[in-house]
C-alpha cells in the first residue's frame, strides 16, 4: 500500500526539497533489480579475489607487489579506457592489442635506430595510433564494412607491420631515461604523493558540494549531504591508504637502495581516467557517443552526424592503444614483435566488460575500465605468485570474461523484462 | 478560421516514378487548433506530411507559411520555419534520461562543458506548462518509462524548440486506453498553447475527441476539410472510404474524370512506401 503511494506521487525534491538517504539508497536497490549492476560485480570479484590471494598468499599483500599491480595491469587498462568508446557504439576493435605494438615498435625504431629525443618518438608514436583510428573508422562508418571483420583484417596486418618495422624478431632494448620514467622508475616524492591526495580529495569534495548547490539553488533534484560525505569518505580512504602503502619502503634491501612512493603510471592513469570521463559525461561530444550507441537512427534525426562520432570512437582507441603500448614498452625496458600481442586484447576487452560496459552498445564508463583492469592485473599477479602456470592463468581469465559477458546479458533480459529497455 | 492560416497547401502534387500519388492538394491549418488528417492506407497521409516537413519535394503547388510563399526542400527548412514531425517509431535513446533526449543534438552548454541545469530546469518547465503529471523525474531513463510516457517525452521535445507548427503521426497507435487519454489530452493543451497540430489517425473516436477541422484524404485527393462540429462518425468513416458523403467531398464528375488515376493509385502504397526506405 505504501509502495504504490510512494511510485504514484512526484517525490518531496521535485518542488526542490533536497532527497534524503534513505530515498538515494531506495533508488539504487530498485536500479540494481532493473539489471542496472554498475560497478557492483567488478568491486565484489576484486574484494574477493584480494581477500583469497592475500589468505593463500600473504606476499601477495606487500607493498611491493601492491605497486606491481598498478605497473603490470596500466597497459591494459588504458587500452581498455580506449576499447570502451569504441564498445559504447556496440562495435569491436580487435585491433588495439597490435596497435599498441605497432606504436610500440615505432617509438623504438625512432628512438633506438634514429636517435629522435623521447618526445618526438612519443609524440610520433601516438600520431601514428590516430592515424591507423582514422583509417579504421573510415573503413567502419564509410564503407559500412563491420567493424569485427576490419579490425580483425587489421590483426592480422598489424602483426606483420610490428615484425617489418623490427627487423623479423630482433627485440630493441630500451634505454632512454625518460621512457623509462614512465612505467618502470618513476616515482613520485612521498610528501608530493601526500600533497597530490590531498588535492584530489579537496576538488572532489568542492566538485561534489558546489554541484549540489547550485542544484538547490534553482530547486533542482540534488543528492543528499549524507551521500557526499559518503563518497568523500571513501574516497580519502581508499586514496590515504592507497598512498600510504605506497610510500612504504618496498625495497628487497632497503639498505642498498630505497623504493618509495607512488609509481609515475598510477598519476597518469588518473589523468586520463578524469579526462575521459569528462569527455564522456559532461561534453556534447560524450553526449552524442551515448545516443549513437543507444539509438543510432534517433541520434541521425538529432541532427548528430553518425559517421563523425562512428570514425572518432575509433581514433580514439587505436590513440589510447598506442598511449597503452609506450606504457608497456616502458614497462618491459624494450619492444619485440610480440608486443601488445598474445592476450594483450583479449585482457583489454575483458577489463571493459568485467567493470560494467556492455558488448551491446549504449552503456559504459571509463572507470570500468579502471576496475575491469584492476580485477584482471589481480587475477594474473595472484595467481602468478601461486605458481599456476600460465595455461591455468589463461582458462581463469577466460572464465571472468565469460561470467562478465554472462552478468551483461542477464541484466540486459532483467532490463527487459522489468520494462526497463 | 479566423486570421491568416499558420500553413497553408495550394494544388500540391506528388508522384513517385508513374505513380501519381498526391493530386492537387489542398490543405490549411491554423495555430490554436488541432486539424486531424484522416484517410485510408494508402490515400496520402504520410506523403502528404512528409511533404511538409521536407522529406520529400513536392513537384508542384504552393506552400504559403503564415502569409507568406516559402519553399520547403529539406528537412531543415522545415525546422527553420517550427514545424516539427513527431515520427511513430518516437526516435528516443533508451540509454539516455529525458532531458538528454529532449536536448539531444541540441545541447546547452557554457563554454565546452553541457550546461545541464539550464537544460533540467528548461525540460521540467517544458513539461510543466503541458501539464504533464504521470513523469516522476526528468532524470528518469526513457528505458523505463511506459508507451504514454515516452510519447509525452517526444512530443515535449517538439515543443521544446517553439515550433509552430506540430505533425503528430499516429501517436496513440500503439497505447491502452488510459495512456491514450491522457496522450489526446496532451495534443488539446498544445493547440490551446498556441500551436498548429496535424494529428494523423484512423481512430474516429480520438480524432472526434480533441480535432477542431477534420481533413480527409481519398485515394491522393483532398475529399473535404471541414469543421469537426460539422460532420459525423458516420460522414467522415464515408468520406475516407467512398470520396464523397451527401453534399460533401468529391463529386462523381471529378472522380469519373480520372478513371486511369484510380488504376494507378491502387498501386500507392507499395511505391511509395518502397520510398521512403
Redesign the interface.
Known sequence: MKATLQ?TR??A??TGQPETLRDYLRDYVARLR?GEMGALPAVIMLVFLCTFFGIARPPFLTALNFANLFTQGAAVTVIAMGLVFVLLLGEIDLSAGFASGVCASVLAVLLVNHQWPWYAAIGAAIVTGACIGLVLGVLVAKLGIPSFVVTLAAFLAFQGIALLLIDNGTNISITDKAILLIDSSGKVVPWIGWTLCTVVITAFTALQVMRRR??VR?G??AVPPSVITIRVLTLAGLLGASVYALNLDRSVNPLLASQRGIPFIVVIVGVLFVFWTFVLN???YG??V??V???R???R????NVDRIRISVFVICSTMAAVGGIIAASRDNSVDPNTGGSNVLLYAVGAAVIGGTSLFG??GRIIDAVLGGAVVAVINNGMGLMMYSPGQKFIVTGSVLLLAATIDAISRRR?SAA??? | MNGTPTLEIRGLNKSFGPVHVLRDVDFTIHAGQVTALVGDNGAGKSTLVKCIGGIYPMDSGQCIFEGRPVTVNHPKDAARLGIEIV?Q????????NIV??MF????R?SG???DE?TM??RA?ETLASLSV?TV??V?Q?V??L?GGQRQTVAIAKAVLWNNKVVILDEPTAALGVAQTAQVLELVRRLADNGLAVILISHNMNDVFAVSDHIAALYLGRMAAQVPATEVTHAQVVELITSGHSGPLGLQSQQKAGSPEGSDDLDLVTDPGKGAQR
Request: net charge positive; with cysteine; hydrophobic share 35%.
Open positions: 511510485t512526484p517525490r525534491s521535485a532493473g547550485s542544484r534553482r533542482l533534484q559532461r561534453t556534447a553526449r552524442h551515448y545516443a550507441g543507444g539509438n537512427e534517433a541520434a534525426r538529432a541532427g548528430i549504449g552503456k532490463a520494462g526497463l529497455r | 515520427h517509431d518516437l526516435a528516443l535513446c533508451d540509454n539516455l538528454e533526449n539531444l543534438g541540441r545541447e552548454r565546452i562543458v553541457l541545469l533540467e530546469r521540467a503529471r516522476i523525474s532524470r531513463q528505458a523505463s511506459s
